[in-house]
């Protein structure tokens, strides 16, 4: 009885909220042309709660009875979740004058967004993770049509609405079904108990199944991507990047909650073989999308299809859960949703500052750019080369890991078609590279892309940590793998792979 | 008192047209209202199920507010200009979805039939004060996440419209 | 079978109705009667709450039948005022017949 609120635990998410209502009050007090002053204020309390939570030891816990967990992976999320919506809102800033009026929505939104990934990344219980997912997306599909006034946006909304209900429907439905048939339970630390038992009957079975496929929509994995292209295309630039980066991180977020709790084998007979589903989706998701991205003539649209191959990496991080290479894997994982989301934050920010001077999102609109703006070009191609994987940026080293960790878990068929993924990942590389360096200028192309000093600053952080933590993994990588530990560490199989070595 | 097989039957004869409705009615306004029969017939359910507060937010919340949305939407409309992508897939594309839609049905109920259910227990109370009471003690934070949700959604929707006028 | 009402013949009702709306997403081209499809799949989803909080006697159910309730809600709300604005700027709600968004 009684909340069992525990702020030494939920801190984060509270004052998050109250960031949220803060920003909303001043939207309603301040004048339509001071409303530049609302990035000053969120910007300022999120970087207040991220110092925050690195400067504060993480508490370890549970809260509101067992539904909120509070871990050290938990927390390496929020802050990570923090930086992303920090560079959301940088990534918006070039758009001010275009979003006019509703500066104001727009923050709140892409903040309460922010805090549905973070209370995701907390949610132990299957149906407070359905809400936080709901409230991570919702928002996103408002923020969506809500960009600009034409219809582009007005459709990828409708499309993403109309999957991201249809996905909501399966997973609650699931969600019902494993509830019910588990006898009531609700949590996932005791649903870990009940399927490492081998007591998940055919009706659990089936709600997990709907239940997985509903967040692989909101994930992108092969084959329930297909609103991705035109949801990434449509939306507005500062959105797809959050979508790309920070939606895609919450989903995964999820995933890998359930993956540790349900998919681990348990004894007796199990009804589906996870791992193996989750490597074949993986196979298929990498090559698809990288495969699709070949063929794109719009940068936003080939950048949608290589954020499915992305995911299809990232699948393959969890694909060999309870393997030697399980924790490994995770690691790998994390350590890549990190840096995919810096390379799209960063490629999504030129592309801003390349659209804010008047320029438009066709590949062919690029060309060139290497002599018009050689600033903004030069950080678009770091963020490119570590998106395609070129050694020693962080894409690189990231997709190394993964191949690694399928080595290790004896997958070596996966690690086959992940190096023919990341192949095709090249060359859809190069072709940005031909015509960002190799192509002349278009007639009538933009020149000289405005670039401010906060906003080169940005470019050249962004830039950075992809090089310095590409080459020097170990200081990212080192409290990753602990609080992996930490959280698989809970699961039996894992702690009998962690003691035998792997 | 009715016996609670006709109870059942007859809940779920109007529940199924219903549904059936919603999807094969030719005209918006008539799936609009087919849902509206769906929606009064799990109400009947909750009932049932000895869920009275259930039944009551059913109809209040859904037949009273959401379905009159859609009613508003749909007249809010031109009809006659929507009215010509009111059709349905076509060809392979329509048996391919009844197929899918039917394999489902199918492979749920053919889990949930299979057994598994687990042991009976005496039926909670169902009235407002203990749904209340469950909703503001042990599950505070769904009620929490929900209320930031409607919150940030309502901001949102007036965001959406209200561009619109200063254009 | 007919006359002994189980708990797991609500649950196949309501799977016969997620089944429905399912169809119902995938087969129809209107924008408005897919979200009505949607909504008839959630109500499915609250339906085995109900039924199996009654049968486990855990008031859990009822709680989250209503949060489900105001999620739907919710989802409703926000998929109207994008429809009532794609029905303004494209003068059709088929998904299929908004192309402008093709590689």
Known sequence: ???????????????????????????????????????????????????????????????????????????????????????????????????????????????????????????????VMFIALELATIPLMILTALGRGDSQAHEAGLKFLIFGAVASAFTIFGIALVWGYSGGLMNLTDLRGVVAAGGAGLPMTIGVVMLFAGLAFKT???????????????????????????????????????????????????????PLALAILAGLTAVLGNMAAIWQTDLKRLLAHASVGHAGFLLMGMAVIGTAGGLLGLSALAYYLVFYAAAVALVFFCMGLVSR???????????????RSPAIAAAMLVGVLSMGGIPPLAGFTGKILILAATVKGELIWLTFIAGFAMVLSIVYMLMILRALYLLPPREGAVTGARLGRWEGAALIILSLLLIVFGAVPGPVLDPIREAMQAMAGLSPTEIMVAATGG | MIPEFILFWATAAVCVVGALGVVFAPNVVHAVLSLLVVLFGIAVGFFALGSPMLAAMQIIIYAGAVVVMFLFVVMLLDITEVLPSLGGARGVLA??????????????????????????????????????????TDHVILLLLAAILLTAAADGVVGLTQRRESR | ?????????????????????????????????????????????????????????????????????????AEATVGLAVIVLVSRTCRTLNPDELTELKG
């Open chain 1, 1 to 127: 009885m009684g909340y069992d609120l525990r702020p030494d635990l939920t801190w984060p998410e509270i004052a998050m909220l109250m960031l949220v209502v803060a920003v909303m009050f001043a939207d309603m007090i301040l004048r339509p042309e001071r409303r530049g002053l609302l990035f000053g204020l969120s910007a300022a309390g999120l970087v207040a709660i991220g110092l925050g939570m690195v400067l504060s030891p993480h508490g370890v816990g549970t809260a509101f009875h067992g539904a909120h967990m509070a871990d050290g992976f938990s927390w390496l999320v929020k802050i990570f979740m923090t930086c992303v919506l920090l560079t959301v809102i940088l990534v918006t800033w070039p758009f001010l004058d275009r979003l006019r009026s509703v500066v104001g929505t727009h923050l709140i939104l892409v903040l309460a967004s922010g805090l549905g990934m973070m209370a995701l990344a907390s949610s132990n219980s299957l149906i």
């Open chain 1, 220 to 274: 992108a994995i092969a084959p329930f991507h297909v609103w991705v292209p035109d949801v990434y295309q449509g939306a507005p630039t500062p959105i797809t990047a959050f979508l790309a980066g920070g939606s895609k991180a919450a989903g995964f977020t999820a995933l890998l909650r359930v993956a540790v709790a349900l998919f681990a084998p348990g004894e007796g007979e199990a009804i589906i073989d996870w």
């Open chain 1, 357 to 371: 001077a008047g320029g438009g999102d066709l590949l062919s609109d690029f060309e060139g750019l290497g002599r």
């Open chain 2, 95 to 136: 048996v391919l979805s009844v197929l899918g839609a039917v394999a489902l049905t199918f492979a749920i109920v053919a889990a949930v039939t299979s057994g598994g259910l687990p042991a009976q227990a005496d039926a909670p109370g169902g009235d407002a004060a203990t749904v209340g009471w469950g909703l503001y």
């Open chain 3, 1 to 73: 079978m007919i006359t002994e009402i189980t708990t797991t013949h609500w649950i196949v009702l309501a799977a016969v109705l997620f089944g429905i709306g399912l169809l119902g997403v995938l087969a129809r081209r209107n924008a408005l009667v897919i979200l009505l499809s949607v909504e008839l799949m959630l109500n499915a989803a609250n339906l085995v709450f109900v039924a199996l909080g009654h049968h486990l006697g855990d008031v859990q159910g009822q709680v989250i039948a209503m949060v489900v309730m105001a999620i739907a809600a």
